[in-house]
Each structure stands twice: as structure tokens, then as C-alpha cells.
């Protein structure tokens, strides 16, 4: 069973940027990979999504901010997150694809606050 573990979750200043990763414990070659959020008292949200071609796709609220890659070879993906604003505050959540086998990870805090 492949587990996830984020990492990078900080608290920053409206306007600045994090990076988050996410280390795979086994081969993530062939799955596509995504990050999730959950803000406080909302429903868990999808941010970004990388096929495994490299492929990528994301929500309008990440369009020209957030930025998603994966290094097949580490078995790891990352979230670059720019221009961060408060409604950003959310746990967020790395996903591995699998068929019905569905990985997720505990989360890493984020959260932008003055």
C-alpha cells in the first residue's frame, strides 16, 4: 500500500508563497496526481491535477497562482502556490490515482493571515 506524506504547510503573509510536497512511498509513475484542500467548514475541493503524461489542470481559484509538477524519478509532487490570499487557509491534501484504489494523504496546514 502506497502512503503520502505532505509537507510545507506554513503560515504566511497575504501575498506570499509556500511550496508543498508530496512524497510517495512507492512508484508514482504511472498515476495521475492531484492536491485537494479543505477551508474551514467547506467541502474538500480540488486545486490542481497532473496525468500521467504531465498534463495539467486546475481550479479557477489556482489558475495563474498554483502550479503543480511531479518528479516521476522521487516519487514526488509538488505545489507551487503564489500570490497566496487568505482564502487559500485550508489543510491540504496530496491524491494518488489508482483505479479504484484511491491514496490520500493526512494533509499539511496552510495558512495566510496578517
Known amino acids: 500500500q502506497v502512503q503520502l506524506v505532505e509537507s510545507g504547510g506554513d503560515l504566511v503573509q497575504p501575498g506570499g508563497s509556500l511550496r508543498l510536497s508530496c512524497a510517495a512511498s512507492g512508484s508514482i509513475r504511472f498515476n495521475a496526481m492531484a492536491w485537494y484542500r479543505q477551508r474551514p467548514g467547506k467541502q474538500r475541493e480540488l486545486v490542481a491535477v497532473?496525468?500521467?503524461?504531465?498534463?495539467?489542470n486546475y481550479a479557477d481559484s489556482a489558475k495563474g497562482r498554483f502550479y503543480i509538477s511531479r518528479d516521476n524519478a522521487k516519487n514526488t509532487v509538488n505545489l507551487q502556490m503564489n500570490s497566496l490570499k487568505p482564502e487559500d487557509t485550508a489543510i491540504y491534501y496530496c491524491?494518488?490515482?489508482?483505479?479504484?484504489?484511491?491514496?490520500w494523504g493526512q494533509g499539511t496546514r496552510v495558512t495566510v493571515s496578517s
Open positions: 491524491w494518488r490515482g489508482g483505479g479504484p484504489i484511491e491514496t
Open positions: 497532473i496525468s500521467s503524461d504531465g498534463s495539467t
